[in-house]
T-cell receptor, first 114, second 108 residues
Framework: SAVISQKPSRDICQRGTSLTIQCQVD?????MFWYRQQPGQSLTLIAT?????????ESGFVIDKFPISRPNLTFSTLTVSNMSPEDSSIYLC???????????FGQGTRLTVV | DAKTTQPPSMDCAEGRAANLPCNHS???????VYWYRQIHSQGPQYIIH???NNETNEMASLIITEDRKSSTLILPHATLRDTAVYYC?????????FGQGTELSVKP
C-alpha cells in the first residue's frame, strides 16, 4: 500500500491570497488526483494530475483557480488561487495504480479562508 | 456524475453483520466496484474492490450480483469503530467519483 503525506495539514488564510498544498507519495504511482470536500459533503474530484503535462480538470474546475503540478511520479501540488471564504474545504490528494488496484488517500488539508 | 445509488443511512447493532447495499445498474463490463469509508472527515480508507467475483479480505466481504448491477458490502461483526460514511464507487477511466454514501451507525 502507498503512504500519502500532505502538507500543510491545515491553514487559515486571508481572502485574496493563494495557498499551495503538497502531496508526496512513498512509491511511484500511475495516477494522482485532487479532491475537495466541502463541509458536510462528499468528495468532489477537482482534477487528475498528469506527470509532466497539464492536469485534466473536471467540469466546474479551471486551471486559473486550481493550478496543479506533477513534476514526477511521486509528487504533486495543488494551488488554491485568489481565495474566498467559499474555498474553505478539505482538500485531499489521492494516488492510484491501474484501474484494478487500490487507490489511497492522504489525510487532507483543512483550509479556512477568512 | 456518480454511477451508484446507496441508502443515505443505516443502523446496525454492535456484533451483528452490517450489510450495505449499492446499485450500479449502468456499470460497464470492465469497471470495478470499490468501497471506501470515511470517519470524521479523515481521508477515505480503502476497504475492498471487485469486478464480478465475490471478494473477501480482513475487513469485509463484497458480494456482486451475477448481472453486476448491484453489490453488497458485508462487515461480518460490526463494532462501534465501524461507524462511518461508506462509499460505493464504480471506478471509471481510472477515476473514483464519489456519491453521497451511506452513513452507517453502529449502536451498542
Amino acid at each position: 500500500s502507498a503512504v500519502i503525506s500532505q502538507k500543510p495539514s491545515r491553514d487559515i488564510c486571508q481572502r485574496g491570497t493563494s495557498l499551495t498544498i503538497q502531496c508526496q507519495v512513498d512509491s511511484q504511482v500511475t495516477m494522482m488526483f485532487w479532491y475537495r470536500q466541502q463541509p458536510g459533503q462528499s468528495l468532489t474530484l477537482i482534477a487528475t494530475a498528469n506527470q509532466g503535462s497539464e492536469a485534466t480538470y473536471e467540469s466546474g474546475f479551471v486551471i486559473d483557480k486550481f493550478p496543479i503540478s506533477r513534476p514526477n511520479l511521486t509528487f504533486s501540488t495543488l494551488t488554491v488561487s485568489n481565495m474566498s471564504p467559499e474555498d474553505s474545504s478539505i482538500y485531499l490528494c489521492s494516488a492510484a495504480g491501474p484501474s484494478n488496484t487500490e487507490a489511497f488517500f492522504g489525510q487532507g488539508t483543512r483550509l479556512t479562508v477568512v | 456524475d456518480a454511477k451508484t445509488t446507496q441508502p443515505p443511512s443505516m443502523d446496525c447493532a454492535e456484533g451483528r453483520a452490517a450489510n450495505l447495499p449499492c446499485n450500479h445498474s449502468t456499470i460497464s463490463g470492465n469497471e470495478y466496484v470499490y468501497w471506501y469509508r470515511q470517519i470524521h472527515s479523515q481521508g477515505p480508507q480503502y476497504i475492498i474492490h471487485g469486478l464480478k467475483n465475490n471478494e473477501t479480505n480482513e475487513m469485509a466481504s463484497l458480494i456482486i450480483t451475477e448481472d453486476r448491477k448491484s453489490s453488497t458490502l458485508i462487515l461480518p461483526h460490526a463494532t462501534l469503530r465501524d461507524t462511518a460514511v461508506y462509499y460505493c464507487i464504480v471506478r471509471t477511466g481510472g477515476k473514483l467519483i464519489f456519491g453521497q454514501g451511506t452513513e452507517l451507525s453502529v449502536k451498542p
